[in-house]
């Protein structure tokens, strides 16, 4: 059965850093993802990674504070989030599909259970 295990979350300081990793088992896909869902908002696109060549994407509202990455051998992908802001708090959730890397949520099938960021000013 495939599952994509997250893991990280926690609370933090505003200018703070975090690390969410995503390990997926039972296969490999082509495109990782990671979403967020602040209270009362939609879910949002926030980075993605295609495995084959380590390509990114991120959200305007990220670049240049998060980094996604990945781990071939252990089949993981990392979220690394730097100078971290109120604005950031969120359900992060980890996303999988076989094809294309797309930014609506809809398009993917396979998610984690979602990991609680709060950070406080």
């Known amino acids: 059965q495939v599952q994509l295990v997250e893991s990280g979350g926690g609370l933090v300081q505003a200018g703070g850093s975090l690390r969410l990793s995503c390990a997926a088992s039972g296969r490999t896909f082509r495109s990782y993802a990671w979403f967020r869902q602040a209270p009362g908002k939609e879910r949002e696109f926030v980075l993605a990674?295609?495995?084959?060549?380590?390509?990114?994407y991120y959200a305007d509202s990220v670049k240049g504070r998060f980094t996604i990455s990945r781990d071939n051998a252990k089949n993981t992908v990392y979220l690394q989030m730097n100078s971290l802001k109120p604005e950031d708090t969120a359900v992060y959730y980890c996303a999988a599909r076989d094809g294309l890397i797309y930014y609506s949520d809809s398009r993917y099938d396979y998610w984690g259970q979602g990991t609680q960021v709060t950070v406080s000013s």
């Open positions: 990674i295609r495995w084959s060549d380590g390509s990114t």
